[in-house]
């Protein structure tokens, strides 16, 4: 059995620690892969997996093993593949590990997500190494068959198509939700803080839909929480005309999958729900994680051309995805938006099928390890 060694350091939030802990899980699930995952800020990973505990040194679950990363990093056995989560920087005595190993480990440097042309020339390319004679290779996830992929377990559709009527009666409920009224229209919203947000919540309150929102815990719930001048604590509903908003706790991972499963149109944010809302075959709207000179804006674009290449309502999608990302008036965009929720929904499937083609980035990243072995 391949020992695998995944390194994650938390920059912020929790998309690193989300991809890496899929990654692990999906490893030793579909692969028999032996896994340790080393997380530097634990409490962040308690947070989407609460039977963690956040200051153990090492603990096991689902079969992973989850280790401290300490600043002290202990001198340890390196593993046969070694995982450097989007460039973190694994320990120098690492490094030394690995290259006293008598077969050099497959060291591969898994990047962040674009759906830019640039990656798919950088994919798979090698990074020489200044100070030892390891070879890392860097693999990017991505929406074509020239990248790695996107991570999707084996059971993820049959899942999602089994989540039908009952089962989400039953979801509702074990979040203390209200059960939904006929014809209402329910709606995520996981985003960073957005100027937008207070345009679209007067939007929804002055109709013509009756709109619940589900409003996930940090920037979300706090600009929420502003915008109607009430404390917002996770479970309580505020109302305003057609508008309900019920505040969320901070939920375990598969249940937030299937709360993007559950809902009509999710709003998601950065990398690793951005993904599962694709998977979710519901409309979406992505805010990219904020970054400096507005690279962010360029990743939107970027992502669009490919996504609306033939989508019927493409301009609809555009219009409503840039005025929440600060180009233009969300209020009439969102208008255009749901009047063209069927189609979207459509082309939300045909685009998972498409994504389905590239292959799932694990299976891609254990055929791209045995290629490297063989050099
Ligand atoms: O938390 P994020 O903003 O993470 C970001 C991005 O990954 C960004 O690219 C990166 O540079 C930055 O972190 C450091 O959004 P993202 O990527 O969607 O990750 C959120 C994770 O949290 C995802 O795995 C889903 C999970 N989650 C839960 O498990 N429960 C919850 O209740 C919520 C709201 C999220």
């Given at each position: ?120 020339g ?10 030892n ?19 999707r ?14 089962a ?26 957005n ?6 919540l007067?939007r ?7 709109v ?15 915008w109607?001048?009430e ?47 694709q ?65 979207i ?31």
């Open positions: 059995m391949r020992r695998w060694d995944i390194f994650c350091k938390v920059v912020d939030n929790f998309g690193d620690v989300g991809v890496c802990w899929r990654l692990a899980r999906q490893l030793a699930d579909e692969h028999g892969a032996d896994v340790r995952l080393w997380i530097d800020r634990l409490p962040s990973f308690a947070r989407l997996c609460p039977t963690a505990s956040p200051d153990a040194e090492a603990q096991r679950i689902e079969g992973i093993e989850i280790c401290r990363w300490p600043v002290e990093f202990p001198n340890v056995e390196a593993a046969d593949v070694v995982i450097e989560a989007f460039a973190c920087q694994l320990p120098e005595n690492y490094i030394a590990a690995m290259s006293r190993r008598g077969e050099a480990p497959a060291w591969i440097n898994l990047e962040y997500l674009s759906a830019e042309s640039w990656v798919e950088c994919h798979r390319l090698p990074s020489p190494q200044m100070n004679s390891l070879a890392k290779y860097f693999f990017f996830p991505g929406f074509t068959r020239r990248t790695g992929g996107l991570l377990e084996r059971g993820l559709s049959a899942a999602r198509d089994a989540f039908g009527e009952t989400e009666g039953d979801f509702w409920r074990s979040l203390g939700a209200p059960a939904r009224r006929e014809g209402e229209l329910r709606v995520l919203l996981f985003c960073y803080e100027a937008a947000l207070p345009e679209l007067r929804w309150a002055e109709g013509p839909e009756t619940t929102v589900f409003v996930t815990p940090g920037a979300a719930a706090d600009q929420t929480a502003d109607f001048g404390p917002f604590s996770a479970g309580s509903i505020l109302r305003k005309s057609m508008l309900s908003a019920f505040s969320l706790p901070y939920l375990p991972q598969p249940i937030f999958d299937r709360l993007l499963w559950a809902c009509d149109v999710n709003f998601v944010r950065g990398e690793d729900s951005f993904v599962r809302a998977w979710a075959d519901r409309p979406f709207v992505w805010q990219p994680y904020p970054q400096s000179e507005e690279t962010h804006l360029v990743k939107l674009d970027a992502f669009l051309s490919r996504y609306l290449e033939s989508c019927e309502p493409a301009e609809a999608v555009r219009q409503c995805w840039n005025a929440w990302n600060g180009r233009g008036g969300i209020a009439t965009a969102w208008t255009d938006f749901i009047a063209n929720r069927a189609a929904e459509r082309h939300c499937k045909d685009w998972a099928n498409l994504l389905d083609q590239t292959g799932d980035l694990v299976h891609n990243l254990v055929s791209f390890v045995l290629e490297i072995e063989d050099l």
